[in-house]
Every structure is written in C-alpha cells, then in structure tokens.
C-alpha cells in the first residue's frame, strides 16, 4: 500500500496530535525511543531540481523487525509520497536520466520505480550480489560492485567458486599473507570489484556486455569495510569513470595509499590511468564539475595515517594541472559536491564540535560557512539550494534546504520524528571550554539531566570518545547518546581532548605516542572545570565510561585516576598495547599512533601501557565485548576482566558474539543500555529503589 500525503506538514500535525493523545505526560527518553525514531536516508535531487528522493528506515521494537522505504518529495511544496512500502530494504537509490524512474538495489539486485505507478521492475538478475551502483549522468552505463573470486574472469565463474566454498565439509581457513580478518570479517578470498553494465536506449540492462574494470586486482572498489559508492563517479559526459582504490599487495594491513584511477569507457582497448600515483597517502572521493572541466578528490599528505589532514586537490580535466585548494584551511573535508555552476564546491567538516557545511570558491579556495551547527551531511544541489541531513544531540535527522548564497537561513522540509519526540523530556546541551594541557583551549558538552533543577546537585556520567581522532560533537548519536543518561538523571559531560578531531590538525597529531599524557591531563582538567563551571554537578559522585580508544582511557584511568570516579564501564578497551599490536588488524593505525613497530619502538608501546599497571586497580568496573570485533579482539576485554576478578575488585563482564566493535543490532543494544544504566545507579544512586 502507497502512502500520499499532499498536505505533508498538516498531515504530520495531525499525527502529532494524536501521538500526544496517547502520551498525556512526556516520558523519559530511552534506548527505546531511540530505535523507535525514523532514520531518514540522504536525499537524491532530480536533473531539474524539483524532487528528492529518500529513504525513511523504521524499526518494530514488539516484531523485531525494521523496514527501509522510498519517499518522493516535491522541494517546492514539500509534499510527500511514499514510493515502496515494502518489508525489504531499499537502498542506492537515484534518478533515471527523464526523471520518471527511480533506480534502486533491493535484495542486492537493481530494480526500477517508476514514480507514477505501483509496480517495481528487475533490471537484473545475477547470479551475484551488487552491493553498491551508480547511473551514469548519460544515462547509457551503470556502475556497479560485486564481490568475486579473484581467479574468475566473469560472474558465473563467481559464483560457481562461491558456491563450491559454501559446499566444503571442511572449514579450515588458510592464509598466505595478512589480512586475515578486518574489521569484523574472515578473509574469504573475495574482493568487491567495479563493474561497467551498459544499458539499452530503454533502460534495459545488457546483461552480456558486463565488464570487470579491475579484472584481476587484488584491492576492494569500494573500500572495505567502510566504503561506498561516494568512492567511485562518472566524468559529467559519463565518458570516464573515476575511483579510489588501494591496490598495493601485500603491504594492505599497513598502508593508507588509496590512489584514484581514470577508466575511459569509449575507448576501444581501455586503459586504466593512475592519476595520484605520486602521492603515497590517502586520495579519495573523486567528483566531477557539471561542466567536466574539473576534477576534484580529497588527498592526504602524510602516508599510513589515517586521521591526516583531508585537502581537496583540484584537476584541471584539459589540462592536467593540479593544485591544493584548501591548503591553508586547517580543516578536513569529509564529503564534497559541485554547484550547477561549477564555480563552487560545497563541502562538509568536522568543526569546533559541529559537522558543517561550507561553500569553497573553486578561483580563490575561500570557504564560506553555511551552517556551523549540529551534524549536516548528505549534501545534495538542488538548483541555487542545498539539500541535506540535519540532525543534533536533541534531534534525529531530517531533510532540511538552505540558499547557496546563505541568505536564506536553513528551512526543515520533514517532519517525521516530530510526533515522536514532542511526547519525550530531554535535556538542555551546550558547549562549554577551558584551559587544557599546555593552556590550550579545549572543548566540551554538557547535557543537563532531563528534569533539570537548578537547586539540586545530580550525579555525572563522563563520556570518553574513541578515536582516539575522534569527537563527541553536536549530533543525535545511535549508540552513544547522552540524551539517555540525561534522562536517567545524570549530567552527561564529553570532553574533546587533545587528539580530537574538528579542532585543527595539530591539535590532532598532538597525541601519538602520547595517549596516556595530554588526552588524560584535558580529561581531569575538563572535568574539573564542568564542576565548577555548572555549580549543580555532584563531582564526588561521577562515573566514567569509554568504548575503543575511550575504554583504553577507562582502563589508563583505573591506575592513574584511581580516586576520580565511584565506577567505570570500558567497551572494547585496549587493554595491552603489545597483544594489540600483534592481534590487531590495521596495522597502520597502531604503527603510526607508536611511530613504528612493536618490535622497533617497544618502548613507545610500553609508556602508556594499561596492563603494567594493573596492580594499581581498585575501581569498579563493567567490561564489555564484541565477539567479532577484530579491530580490539576479545583477549583485550577478557584480560581486563581477568585482572579485575583477580585481585577481586567488583567487576562485570558483557559478551556479544554475534556483535564487532559496535553494538548494532537493537536487542543487543536495549539489553547494553539496560545493564550499564543499572550499574551506573547501583554505585551512583544506591539508595534507589529498582
């Protein structure tokens, strides 16, 4: 059944209204209300600029089930139609070259919509799976990636191959070189290659004319386990494809050197061209002007660095001249797309605790802020306007529009988490700062417990971000979110300390070999100055809590800040710098945090090493564990836990298997917010009545 509201935002109030009906009095949020919100999907704007098409992802607490569906919006009106309604998932969805179809995978199989009818067609039937696609700006080519066997030359041979492993009785695995695993995944001899498929002057698919662009690479386009379709685009004429790969052999598990490739599809004999070959660090993110006269990608500087400086490296497409246009601004872009007028490039960063957008004059490399505030990202051109995701600590995401020229302010066009959170009490959130390590300034968040008195004193939870390049900032976030212990009656407080990222490069690069110094040193002093900052934070009754680099944090803290906190929750910690080292899987990161490795630099590994200092332990603490994490594997959380037990400090111990560095399935995620909010009023709130 289709869903078409012609009055969206009326529509929306009406559903409001009868939502509050069934709340009379606000409740708490929770992890409940958390996954009941709608997680609505990057927009995708039509040729003319007059529609977007989205994706809204809903989750059924009481079915355990969750559903990912097309809508269709008029930008103008701001009137809404639900395009699929469906119990499979829609996703890399977009727009066919007249504007009538929306082209989208579903059961990773390419299928067409068309706008104004109800049924969806399959333009094709592999006998692999298509993981990611992009249509051409010709509308005669689609790019797609599938995982292959690398000894095949054709999709049937992969699956046969493919098929034949499913089939062993034995299930050895064996390895000649690393990877092993990544991330949360055994190395199954696959690699996601990059396909051409041409298509028919009707749209249809010929099947027979495929080809593998990166026949016979041994390199993952996209990347694993993170990359998509944002790392491969077609020139403007769609005579080319550009991508980023990193195609360097054995030498993966400790190298950042993605490189991007040109692919000319009309040529008789192609040819793939390595455009970057002479930067040894990270290039990505191709995309070409409108007017295919520039290509633009991001490029890093330094080489098996992961957190550098992303710069946009500017290519004149006739020419061939290159040139850095963001050099002197001390900021990483994240995500990029040209204006209509290739004049522009608008862009997004990480920035003093925000996730912005800025416009980049293609001439000069000024950039221009457009919104400074909460997260925005999925940034798409819709004629003279950007449309985006916009969402913040007390907001989920939502569609929003703002003028190219900033003199509109930004404009929210849905509104469907609105019924929803109006029936919940959140708390209030701002950023505050104080002098940190060496007198510099540093940045934090305080969340204000939901039912906020300014006469009574509350208890904090002190969250620790991971990274340890990484930030607490201003966004609605699905695993950490400290609206949730606000709402339990804690004062959330988040301290980006030296090594966060958004706060310029140096401040960045600060910490290698240096995580158990500055980092702790911002942390106690960030700590100490909320509480006297905010005169209703009890600072002798604070819990401390931290996943990744944050529970690594957790368990330095445990020996030197043994007296600061009453408990402590460590999430996937590192816990011996020496096993990590040897048991982890990218090993650029650990190389470059330690400059070097373990067996050249031990000492580096040693200085802030967790496990020589156990003895000095006294803290409660509640460790939790991933079974398929492989970036921090279990023996960290299970030494950790070992240690605790042993010299018979109260302790807990939470183990996932079916889960990797992140809690991501929403039964898993109840019971972890469940347990850890218990153990936080168990030591923080003991006269509480459960």
């Keep these: 059944m289709k869903m078409s509201l012609s009055k969206s935002k009326v529509c929306l109030s009406l559903i409001s209204i009868l939502c509050l009906n069934a709340y009379a009095e606000k409740h708490p949020f929770s992890v409940h209300t958390m996954l009941a919100t709608k997680k609505v999907g990057a927009p995708q704007i039509s040729h003319d600029g007059k529609q977007a098409v989205f994706s809204m992802k809903s989750f059924n607490e009481k079915e355990s089930t969750s559903t990912n569906d097309l809508w269709l919006m008029d930008l103008g009106t701001g009137d809404l139609k639900q395009l699929t309604n469906t119990p499979r998932s829609e996703n890399e969805y977009q727009w066919s070259l007249d504007d009538k179809n929306i082209i989208f995978l579903r059961d990773n199989t390419i299928w067409q919509q068309p706008l104004h009818g109800?049924?969806?067609?399959?333009?094709?039937?592999?006998?692999?799976?298509?993981?990611?696609?992009?249509?051409?700006?010709?509308?005669?080519?689609?790019?797609?990636?599938?995982?292959?066997?690398?000894?095949?030359?054709?999709?049937?041979?992969?699956?046969?191959?493919?098929?034949?492993?499913?089939?062993?009785?034995?299930?050895g695995k064996f390895y000649t070189q690393l990877f092993v695993r990544h991330w949360d995944t055994w190395n199954d001899g696959?690699?996601?290659?990059?396909?051409?498929?041409?298509?028919?002057?009707?749209?249809?698919?010929?099947l027979k004319k495929i080809?593998?662009?990166?026949?016979?690479?041994?390199?993952?386009?996209?990347s694993l386990p993170f990359g998509g379709s944002e790392e491969y685009n077609f020139s403007a004429d769609g005579k080319s494809i550009y991508f980023s790969a990193k195609n360097v052999g054995k030498t993966e598990p400790w190298s950042t050197n993605f490189d991007i490739f040109q692919y000319p599809i009309q040529q008789d004999t192609p040819k793939i061209t390595n455009l970057t070959i002479e930067n040894k660090a990270w290039d990505s993110l191709p995309v070409v002007s409108p007017d295919n006269h520039w290509m633009a990608y991001t490029a890093m500087s330094v080489p098996a660095y992961e957190a550098d400086k992303f710069e946009i490296q500017l290519v004149n497409l006739g020419s061939g001249e290159k040139k850095s246009l963001t050099h002197d601004w001390d900021r990483s872009i994240d995500?990029?797309?040209?204006?209509?007028?290739?004049?522009?490039?608008?862009?997004?960063?990480?920035?003093n605790g925000n996730h912005s957008i800025y416009k980049v004059d293609i001439a000069t490399g000024k950039p221009t802020a457009l919104i400074t505030q909460g997260k925005n990202?999925?940034?798409?051109?819709?004629?003279?306007?950007?449309?985006?995701?916009?969402?913040?600590?007390?907001?989920?995401?939502?569609?929003?529009?703002?003028?190219?020229?900033?003199?509109?302010?930004?404009?929210?066009?849905?509104?469907?988490?609105?019924p929803l959170m109006s029936t919940v009490q959140l708390g209030d959130y701002e950023q505050f700062s104080f002098k940190g390590w060496n007198d510099e300034t540093v940045h934090g968040y305080i969340v204000k417990p939901a039912d906020f008195n300014a006469k009574n004193k509350y208890p904090m939870a002190f969250l620790i971000h991971g990274g340890p390049q990484g930030s607490f900032y201003n966004q609605f976030h699905y695993r950490w979110n400290p609206e949730i212990y606000a709402a339990a009656g804690y004062v959330a407080v988040m301290i980006d300390f030296h090594g966060s990222t958004g706060y310029g490069q140096q401040f960045t690069d600060s910490i290698q070999t240096d995580w158990g110094g500055?980092?702790?040193?911002?942390?106690?002093?960030?700590?100490?100055?909320?509480?006297?900052?905010?005169?209703?934070?009890?600072?002798?009754?604070?819990?401390?809590?931290?996943?990744?680099?944050?529970?690594?944090?957790?368990?330095?803290?445990?020996?030197?800040?043994?007296?600061?906190?009453?408990?402590?929750?460590?999430?996937?910690?590192?816990?011996?710098?020496?096993?990590?080292?040897f048991a982890t899987e990218e090993l650029w990161f650990t190389e470059r945090e330690n400059k070097g490795t373990y067996f050249d630099y031990a000492a580096n590994y040693e200085k802030h090493n967790p496990v020589n200092y156990v003895n000095q332990w006294k803290t409660p603490m509640f460790v939790i564990q991933g079974g398929q994490d492989f970036r921090i594997p279990e023996?960290?959380?299970?030494?950790?836990?070992?240690a605790l037990q042993r010299q018979n400090i109260e302790s807990q111990f939470l183990y996932f298997p079916n889960e990797n560095h992140w809690v991501l399935k929403p039964e898993n995620a109840i019971q972890w917010h469940d347990?850890?909010?218990?153990?936080?009023?168990?030591?923080?709130?003991?006269?509480t009545k459960k």
Aim: net charge negative; glycine share 4%.
């Design 377 to 418: 990202s999925a940034i798409q051109i819709a004629n003279k306007q950007v449309v985006y995701l916009h969402n913040d600590m007390k907001n989920p995401s939502e569609v929003f529009k703002l003028s190219i020229n900033g003199k509109i302010p930004p404009q929210q066009l849905t509104y469907f988490n609105k």
């Design 190 to 206: 696959l690699r996601s290659h990059l396909f051409l498929l041409p298509l028919e002057a009707n749209q249809e698919a010929d």
């Design 635 to 642: 023996s960290q959380s299970l030494g950790a836990f070992t």
């Design 118 to 171: 109800n049924k969806a067609t399959k333009l094709t039937s592999l006998p692999v799976n298509i993981e990611t696609m992009k249509l051409s700006p010709d509308g005669q080519h689609i790019a797609f990636s599938s995982r292959v066997d690398m000894n095949c030359h054709n999709l049937d041979c992969s699956a046969e191959k493919i098929k034949q492993k499913l089939a062993e009785k034995s299930n």
């Design 518 to 581: 500055k980092p702790l040193e911002d942390l106690k002093k960030g700590f100490a100055a909320a509480v006297k900052q905010y005169s209703f934070i009890d600072g002798e009754n604070a819990c401390a809590l931290g996943a990744s680099y944050g529970g690594y944090m957790i368990n330095w803290i445990a020996s030197h800040w043994s007296d600061g906190f009453k408990c402590l929750v460590n999430h996937d910690g590192v816990f011996d710098n020496r096993m990590m080292y």
């Design 675 to 687: 347990l850890v909010l218990a153990w936080l009023d168990k030591h923080l709130k003991p006269d």
């Design 211 to 222: 080809i593998d662009i990166t026949d016979g690479w041994d390199a993952d386009i996209p």
């Design 335 to 351: 995500s990029m797309t040209f204006t209509n007028d290739s004049k522009d490039l608008i862009v997004t960063t990480q920035d």
